[in-house]
């Protein structure tokens, strides 16, 4: 079992519904992003156009994050999930440099209340205890949630559906047979990570 | 699950191995533990704030809602929801609600005066309102007036029931000016909105509009998602590149504001110069064919008032359902009992000749050659005379529509930009049938008039004429769409308008009309200047900090409400699992009131019985049973107390069959049906050869005539209008009007637009104020709250990317913000998306920051369209640095 996404390019139309759902089902502070779209855009005027580039952790194969981590925090766990141990986590942050994707954050203190002054809503207090003080933290493909038997939440909420989730050691499944045909490619693959996250341009 | 079967690599890690506990037993699960327990609760989600289909799970963890998602069951939604709808707790949790019924103890009104809020019981607070209501009543009751937004849309105790049985007539909305988008479709279609079949169609033309994906619709995203995979062409009109833009077949850039010079330029080619249409649509399925005289009338049979129409076999003259007649000439001009009477073709032709695409290029700057290849594009991808053949029923197949919604018709001239847009439409046949643009509501509605034309609905059935006129002067704007900005005018200078009266009360329910129109000072000094005004508030946003008495009303996930599954402006591009899901959705709370909110149609009800007007005869519940067409058992008895919740138990069994009633959305969002593919177009109920659109809009013309005789008969003109110029605007054929702006001094050589973006729209649920939409935001969108320009344009005016810049309107209204930079917009265009820059010092002050663009906007006499009232978004502006002084 090894967890892997595609992510369709030519789907996404960059309504950031995908970044709003995570930080919500993670109840991640504010600052901290596992998962985000990059938009920005290409050519001159009239041949312009937006682009739209989701990010989040790409739990590789060969993890420089994994590699550099003094403390053994970064662990890899069942379906090829790389994860962060908060307990043995001493925010070195040689993984925030180590990793390509800058797919990591951290929270350099108690984190921030959303409404600046207001103090913390109970949505908030009840979330922020998931994140500790000092620690590293990252996407986690949702493992909460898949060990439910449910998606990631920024592939259930995709309207597009431009994000597929599935197993990338079954031949069959939708992300493996999209991987095989070679329509969908990692990102800085020169880097030898091995991402277990997989996009489709474009222009295919 | 995560059980650490890898160990650690890398030689820092022995230090870990050395100096932690044993690795396997702390790092399971460890980062990524279970979730406590919690509650999930299925409702309905509306952060959009317009009329989605989303329901939505949220999980409750000791009495706190830690979590939302989609809600996989409902087959429209399919689990998703879009990003307003993800950061919807904090709509909830918002510290910066109206937590209790509040007093102004600061006589003194304005957004720099604090208004002294202090906490009152409901008691005093209904008490206080009821009283001032009641005399009001008893003294004249027009001079209460009800302003309804979008916040209130879900309400079951509407005040379409509430101002009659109260007694006033003035029912007004907080918003609409910007988005008059419906006059199109109830004249032509009888629907209130147009929906997109994106299910069949394959090329679709957009001027001014989004199919979803620019303001984060999820199903309308979902649905084109699907499309685009059928291979859909679209042709995107806009003056920039967005989300929709890029991923069209072809973004086709033009100026801002001159949307219709290029539809009747598009119009033209196609009539004169491709020729080719759906001849056997335009003569049996539209009144092209009838017979106009020289006063732009039908030209009528004596003996049964019937429109006549010319049967070329015979030469002769006949009733147009004559069904002796073998055909129908298209054009030519006819002689009749010594009349000459031209077809309605002919004059359309005619009129709309001398739009040539070299013309129209000067106005938009599309290139001449585009109008004329899109145009046979159009024509083509049309496949007319095609068939296809759904559930066993055979229908025409049009795959090819033109669409637009505000961009384009929020203007002067945007009701005739309506009506070309069904005329090119009409051309391919593409009305109401698969693939093409179909009305929003689904059924009979397509049933002719007398004169064998569909009958208009809505918005088209002119407001029956009265003088003097209601304090929004609806009856001077028969076909208005909404009319806030009258009624502020009429405020201020009541004798001005021939309204004998001056309003003492005015309620608002879940609108802003200061900040979200256009000349807020306006609006505020009418605001200031209405003795009493009670705000059924969310937060203290600008129309509450004029208030007197605020009503706190609960957040979503605290509140009852209905919505009937129709088309709203959210749901507009639809494929199959949309176009054949038909029913109701409802919600009840799912959490306890977190403050001392009330429901407000509670509070409706309650004022009603204080005040003495919710029983009997012509009473509020009686008034319920007419607008929901409540029938036996369920029907309100009229001198029975009755709660939100019983109501909504009624209305749901009576009006929407749902059999178990309100109990059923305990545990589902939504009630649905599905019809057949056939039965969810209306060309279904009134098929060829049943029924007639109009392609020539005598009733247009009538309704102006109408206005007319009714105005000379009482010696009236409409006050601030030239007339002449009024006029102009119901003829039977859409004409260029021009720009209100046109004569203006050159150095404002720059046109602002505007536009909803996939977070803020219309900001609904206080979109601005919400922390974890802001965040995101700031975080991946650089295209918001910022002041786009055209990087050329900005290189020649010396201006450079994060520039503080001063907006400034040729109307004298200003904006301010910081300049970004973009190859993504036309040359003149000056990008201002949502709405931003907000004043009010009790809101949250995140939402002070970026600019104010409907501050850019004017709603004087002779700049609005005269025909559904709504302004027009593209002012002429000029940019300069601040600190630089003026140019």
Redesign the interface.
């Known amino acids: 079992m090894r967890y892997g996404m595609v992510i369709d390019l ?2 996404c ?5 995908c ?3 995570c ?3 993670n ?1 991640t502070p ?2 901290v ?1 596992w998962s ?6 290409i ?4 041949q ?4 739209f580039l989701p990010m989040l952790c790409m739990h590789c194969q060969v993890a420089p994050c ?14 090829g ?1 790389l ?6 986590c001493v925010a070195c942050r ?1 993984c925030i440099m180590a990793c390509p994707y800058e797919a990591r954050s951290y929270n350099a203190t108690r984190p921030r209340e ?3 002054g ?2 913390m ?3 908030e207090t ?2 922020y205890t ?1 994140h500790p003080k000092g620690s590293i ?1 990252k996407c ?1 493909f949702c ?2 949630r ?2 439910v038997g449910k998606e990631p ?1 920024c592939v ?7 994000r597929v989730f599935g197993d990338l050691d079954k031949p069959e499944s939708e992300v493996s047979r999209l991987v095989a045909s070679g329509l969908a490619k990692p990102r800085l693959e020169e880097q030898g990570t091995k991402p277990s996250v997989f996009y489709i341009d474009e222009d295919s | ?10 030689p ?2 022995i ?3 050395i100096f ?1 506990r044993p ?1 396997g037993i ?2 399971r699960d ?6 406590p327990p919690v509650e999930t609760r299925v409702t309905a989600c509306r952060m959009c704030g317009n009329k989605a289909w989303c329901t939505a799970i949220i999980r409750i ?2 009495g ?7 809600d ?1 069951s409902n087959p429209v939604s399919q ?5 307003r ?3 919807a ?2 709509n ?5 609600r109206v937590k209790a019924p509040m007093k102004r103890t600061n006589p003194r009104k304005g957004l720099d005066q604090d208004p002294g809020w202090v906490e009152i019981s409901w008691e005093e607070a209904l008490s206080t309102v009821a009283e001032r209501l009641r005399k009001i009543r008893e003294d004249d009751p027009r001079k209460f007036a009800h302003m309804w937004g979008f916040g209130g849309d879900w309400w079951i105790v509407q005040h379409e029931a509430f101002l009659p049985a109260f007694g006033t007539p003035n029912l007004l909305r907080s918003h609409g000016v910007l988005c008059p988008v419906h006059y199109g479709c109830s004249l032509v279609q009888g629907t209130m909105l147009d929906k997109q079949d994106v299910e069949y169609c394959q090329y679709l033309i957009t001027i001014g509009g989004s199919l ?2 620019n303001i ?4 309308s ?2 649905a ?2 699907g499309a ?1 995979e059928r291979g859909i062409k679209m042709v995107v009109v806009d003056p920039r ?7 069209a077949h072809e ?1 086709i ?1 033009i100026r801002p504001g001159t949307d219709l010079a290029f539809a009747l330029a598009l119009l033209n080619v196609v009539l004169n110069e491709v020729g080719v249409f759906d001849e056997p649509f335009l003569k049996q399925r539209t009144n092209a064919v009838y017979l106009i005289g020289d006063d732009g009338y039908y030209a009528t049979d004596v003996a049964t008032g019937k429109p006549l129409v010319w049967d070329p076999m015979v030469s002769t003259a006949k009733t147009f359902d004559d069904p002796s007649a073998r055909d129908f000439a298209l054009e030519g001009r006819y002689q009749v009992n010594g009349r000459t009477l031209t077809t309605a073709f002919t004059l359309v032709k005619e009129a709309v000749r001398g739009y040539s695409p070299e013309w129209a290029e000067t106005i938009t700057t599309v290139p001449a050659v585009t109008v004329r290849r899109i145009a046979r594009e159009f024509v083509e991808a049309a496949h007319i005379g095609e068939t296809i053949t759904l559930d066993g029923v055979e229908l025409p197949f049009r795959p090819a529509l033109v669409k637009g919604e505000r961009g384009s018709l929020g203007k002067f001239g945007g009701a005739y930009q309506h009506l070309v847009h069904k005329m090119l439409n009409m051309l391919v046949g593409s009305l109401d049938v698969p693939g093409g643009d179909l009305g929003s509501e689904t059924g009979p509605v397509l049933k002719p008039g007398a004169d064998g034309v569909v009958t208009p609905k809505r918005e088209a059935i002119p407001v029956p004429f009265k003088y003097p006129p209601d304090v929004d002067l609806a009856q001077y704007y028969p076909n208005r769409h909404t009319l806030p900005h009258m009624a502020w005018k009429v405020v201020l200078d009541p004798a001005k308008y021939g309204v004998p009266y001056e309003l003492e009360a005015l309620m608002i329910y879940g609108g802003n009309p200061i900040t979200n129109n256009s000349n807020p000072d306006e609006a505020i000094a009418a605001l200031c200047k209405i003795p009493f005004v009670v705000n059924i508030a969310y937060i203290y946003d600008e129309a509450a900090e004029l208030s007197d008495i605020l009503l706190p009303e609960p957040a979503l996930f605290e509140r009852y409400g209905i919505q009937a599954l129709g088309t709203g402006h959210f749901v507009q591009a639809q494929d199959a699992s949309m176009l054949q899901t038909t029913g109701v959705l409802a919600r009840m709370p799912v959490i306890p009131l977190q403050h001392q909110t009330r429901q407000a149609d509670d509070i409706y009800l309650e004022l009603a019985e204080r005040v003495g007007f919710l029983y009997g005869v012509g009473g509020l519940n009686d008034h319920l049973n007419q607008f929901w067409d409540i029938q036996d058992p369920y029907k309100l008895d009229l001198d029975k107390r009755y709660n939100t919740a019983e109501i909504l138990d009624r209305v749901l069994k009576s009006r929407f069959e749902v059999e178990q009633g309100l109990e059923y959305f305990r545990d589902s969002g939504l009630y649905y049906k599905t019809r057949s593919k056939a039965e969810s177009y209306n060309y279904y109920y009134y098929p060829q050869g049943t029924t007639r659109y109009p392609f020539y809009f005598e009733h247009l013309l009538r309704t102006g005539d109408t206005l007319r005789w009714n105005l000379a008969e009482h010696n009236l003109t409409i006050p601030g209008q030239n007339m002449a110029e009024v006029w102009r605007f119901y003829q039977a054929v859409p004409q260029w009007v021009g720009r209100p702006d046109e004569h203006i001094p050159a150095e404002y050589d720059l046109v602002a637009m505007n536009w909803a973006t ?2 803020f729209r219309m900001n609904c649920g206080d979109q601005t104020g919400n ?3 802001n ?3 700031d ?5 918001q709250f910022v002041v786009l320009m ?3 344009t900005a290189a020649r005016k010396g201006l450079c990317e994060g520039d503080e810049v001063i907006i400034e309107a040729y109307w004298g209204g200003t904006a301010q913000g910081v300049l970004k930079l ?6 003149d265009a000056l990008g201002v998306p949502a709405i931003h820059g907000f004043r009010s010092m009790h809101r ?1 002050p ?1 939402t002070r920051r970026g600019p104010h663009f409907n501050s850019l906007l004017n709603n004087a006499e002779g700049t609005f369209d005269p025909l559904h009232g709504g302004i027009d978004r593209n002012p002429r502006v000029r940019v300069f640095r601040v600190g630089a002084g003026k140019p």
């Open positions: 030519r789907k139309v960059g309504c950031n519904a970044t709003v759902a930080k919500q089902e109840a504010p600052g992003f985000k779209v990059l938009q920005y855009e050519g001159d005027y009239p312009a156009h937006l682009r994994l590699e550099v981590c003094p403390t053994g925090a970064t662990y890899r766990a069942e379906g999930l994860l962060v141990n908060d307990n043995l040689y959303y409404y600046s207001q103090g809503t109970e949505y009840l979330g998931q933290e986690t493992a909460h898949l060990r939440a259930a909420t995709c309207p597009s559906s431009a | 699950m995560a059980t650490g079967q890898s160990r650690p690599s890398g820092a890690s230090i870990g191995r932690n690795y702390l790092a460890a980062g990524v533990a279970d979730r963890q000791d706190v809602v830690v979590g939302i998602e989609g996989p689990g998703k929801l879009c990003s709808g993800q950061a707790i904090f909830l949790y918002n510290p910066y979803g994906p984060g619709s999820s199903h995203t979902r084109l998602a685009r590149c967005s989300h929709e833009a890029t991923m973004w850039p996939p977070q922390p974890l939409l965040e995101v935001v975080e991946c969108d650089p295209y055209n990087r050329e973009t190859s993504l917009l036309h040359p949250n995140v």
